[in-house]
């Protein structure tokens, strides 16, 4: 099933499919961990705060994140305007049962893909009628991808989303 039912076609009759990343584009674990424990918003995508990386915090957490993370500020956008969401995010194993009931919660029924960052970067080249909605600054080339701006990615040349109102404009404009 393709991603989003807008019911309407481009000037090539073909629908245009909007993919989302999970997490820094629909989750907030970054939110999650600075109002717990008062992580700051990392300006690298490895970061360590405290002497502890991402994973380790996860860990002191008791990988309750993937579960108790509030939705980001673009969710009620991406909600407002996308019917059926098709999300592909790259979970570990262990987080993919909390993250399923977070998506049951936040999204209800979805399409979801567990796709590493390679594996969606395939995907997309293979599938040319689909844009990708990410936050992650490890993709080679962002050719159909659209950069949710994070100051961990500001270095990737790419299209970038800064504000709401700009994710808004597009979903409408993509839906045409
Ligand atoms: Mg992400």
């Not at 424990?37 to 915090?57: A, D, I, R």
């Not at 600054?137 to 949710?148: A, E, G, M, T």
């Amino acid at each position: 099933m393709h991603g989003l039912s807008w019911g309407n076609k481009t000037t090539k009759e073909m629908f245009i499919v909007i993919a989302f990343d999970l997490d820094g584009v629909l989750r907030d674990l970054q939110g999650y961990l600075r109002t717990k424990y008062g992580v700051p918003l990392p300006s690298v995508w490895f970061f360590t705060y405290k002497g502890l990386g991402f994973w380790e915090w996860a860990e002191f957490d008791n990988n309750k994140m993937p579960l108790l993370a509030k939705p980001t500020k673009y969710y009620n956008t991406i909600r407002k305007h996308c019917k059926n969401i098709e999300i592909w995010t790259h979970q570990y194993p262990h987080w993919r049962p909390l993250t399923k009931l977070w998506i049951k919660k936040y999204l209800g029924d979805c399409t979801v893909r567990f796709l590493t960052t390679k594996q969606k970067r395939a995907r997309l080249d293979r599938c040319k009628d689909t844009i990708l909605i990410e936050d992650c600054p490890n993709f080679k080339s962002y050719d159909r991808i659209v950069l949710i701006d994070k100051p961990y990615n500001r270095n990737i040349k790419a299209k970038r989303i800064k504000k709401v109102g700009q994710l808004e404009k597009l979903l409408l404009k993509e839906g045409k």
